[in-house]
């Protein structure tokens, strides 16, 4: 079956713009994630969804950050007024219980000028 | 605050030998521990997941964990060039999410 995708696959903005990332995760996996690997670094967490609900935001680097997801299936992480500190690897992963292997996407390279 | 430490390498091994991955975490809580690969610009992959103390073997992989000394270990028999990628150890965080080592890059020399 199809795995999680992840759009655009690339980005290029200037510094100071807004940037929109989407991630479908495979069907029926209610649970959600986004982490952040930046060159030389692991991978960092973000935010976790449980169906369309997100507990606990305070993995988010700071308020430029948000994301949502409807329908629980596809999410959106925005990040506004990027900086080039932004410019990383965004990877999602989806899971059909938390307690369960989490499923990669192929991630979006994002490059802040 | 979990932290996963990992030797960043590079770790060098001839075709044939056995790879030893070590990883260390600071939790002592800690239950649920995973081996991740990650070839040069792909998302990664898992390989082993382990929850108990002791090894589990799945083909050429063997994951050992030891809770007391906080160290959990991959071990590859008989590496193959194809095996040459980063590992990551990752440790179950209190959301469900994977707290991440930085990885250590395996190359398998032929």
């Known amino acids: 079956g199809a795995g999680v995708s992840q759009s655009p696959s690339n980005k290029v903005t200037e510094k100071g713009k807004d940037v929109e990332l989407r991630c479908d995760p495979i069907?029926?996996?209610?649970?959600l994630y986004w982490y952040r690997q930046s060159l030389g670094q692991g991978l960092e967490f973000l935010i976790y969804?449980?169906?369309?609900?997100?507990?606990?935001k305070s993995g988010l680097p700071s308020d430029r950050f948000s994301a949502e997801r409807t329908g629980g299936s596809v999410s959106t992480l925005t990040i506004q007024r990027t900086q080039q500190e932004d410019s990383a690897v965004y990877l999602c992963?989806?899971?059909?219980?938390?307690?369960?292997?989490?499923?990669f996407g192929p991630g979006t390279r994002l490059t802040v000028l | 605050q979990k932290e996963v430490e990992q030797n960043s390498g590079p770790l060098s091994v001839p075709e044939g030998a056995i790879a030893s991955l070590n990883c260390t975490y600071s939790?002592?809580?800690?239950?649920?521990f995973f081996w991740y690969r990650q070839y040069s610009g792909k998302s990664p992959e898992l390989i082993m997941f382990?929850?108990?103390?002791g090894d589990k073997e799945d083909g050429r992989f063997t994951a050992q964990l030891n809770k007391a000394s906080q160290y959990v270990s991959l071990l590859i028999r008989d590496s193959q060039p194809s095996d040459s990628a980063t590992y990551l150890c990752?440790?179950?965080?209190?959301?469900?999410?994977?707290?991440f080592g930085k990885g250590t890059k395996l190359s398998v020399k032929p």
């Open positions: 069907s029926g996996h209610t649970a």
């Open positions: 990752a440790v179950r965080g209190s959301q469900g999410n994977l707290i």
């Open positions: 939790d002592r809580g800690s239950q649920s």
């Open positions: 992963a989806s899971t059909p219980k938390v307690v369960d292997e989490q499923f």
């Open positions: 969804f449980q169906g369309n609900s997100a507990p606990d």
């Open positions: 382990i929850y108990s103390n």
